[in-house]
């Protein structure tokens, strides 16, 4: 259960676009359709904005969305707007019950 | 409205026992697997424990397997986390997830957490 790998940070000024990735194993994300994406604002609950690796939850922009292409997913952000500035996790099924998150990734709007 | 209240945080010794609770309400809690995620301050998250609409499947992370036992009780629309011998390293903001899905597809809304301090 290695932790997947993200960038510890990211930046765009507003209206580009930015992608975090996401890297794991075979047994991870190469494996299976369910990679979710968090986003989490200072001393917030983390919010669901991806699921099942590019489904959108009803409510969220968009401009968010999810790939993936073997052992890495994405999260796409456009349109970059202030409130996006937050940190951003990933999580995948790992097997046997198991989940697994991303180390986070800082977004900066500059 | 989905609302998750952790409760039964605290401070606690090292060795010592405490046992988190989690209030559901806002959706049918029989037809959604549940997961406890921890959060260091200031760092990132941990999957800890998952359980699924019917306790058939069942998991923990491996940092915490051998010393945690995740539950529910449909009767009372609650999730529960029994952790034993408890360690320094324990020590987190833990958060109670409803999951998308009755087997488990991964977590969508969060509680606001509940914080576990482990020390002397």
């Known amino acids: 259960q290695s932790a997947l790998t993200q960038p510890a940070s990211v930046s765009g000024s507003p209206g580009q676009s930015i992608t975090i990735s996401c890297t794991g194993t075979s047994s991870d994300v190469g494996n299976y359709n369910l990679v979710s994406w968090y986003q989490q604002h200072p001393d917030k609950a983390p919010k669901l904005m991806i699921y099942e690796g590019s489904k959108r939850p009803s409510g969220v922009s968009n401009r968010f969305s999810g790939s993936k292409s073997g052992n890495t997913a994405s999260l796409t952000i456009s349109g970059l707007q202030a409130e996006d500035e937050a940190d951003y996790y990933c999580?995948?099924?790992?097997?046997?019950?198991?989940?697994?998150f991303g180390g986070g990734t800082k977004l900066t709007v500059l | 409205e989905v609302q998750l209240v952790e409760s039964g945080g605290g401070l606690v010794q090292p060795g010592r026992s405490l046992r988190l609770s989690c209030a559901a309400s806002?959706?049918?809690?029989?037809?959604?697997?549940m997961h406890w995620v921890r959060q260091t301050p200031g760092k990132g998250l941990e999957w800890v424990s998952g359980?699924?609409?019917?306790?058939?499947?069942?998991g923990y992370a491996d940092s915490v397997k051998g010393r945690f036992t995740i539950s529910r009780d449909s009767a009372k629309n609650s999730l529960y986390l029994q952790m034993d011998s408890l360690r320094a390293e324990d020590t987190a903001l833990y958060y109670c997830?409803?999951?998308?899905?009755?087997?488990?597809?991964?977590?969508?809304?969060w509680g606001q957490g509940t914080l576990v301090t482990v020390s002397s």
């Open positions: 359980i699924n609409w019917n306790s058939g499947n069942i």
């Open positions: 806002g959706f049918t809690f029989d037809d959604y697997a």
């Open positions: 997830a409803k999951d998308t899905h009755y087997d488990s597809s991964g977590p969508d809304y």
């Open positions: 999580c995948s099924y790992a097997g046997s019950s198991t989940w697994v």
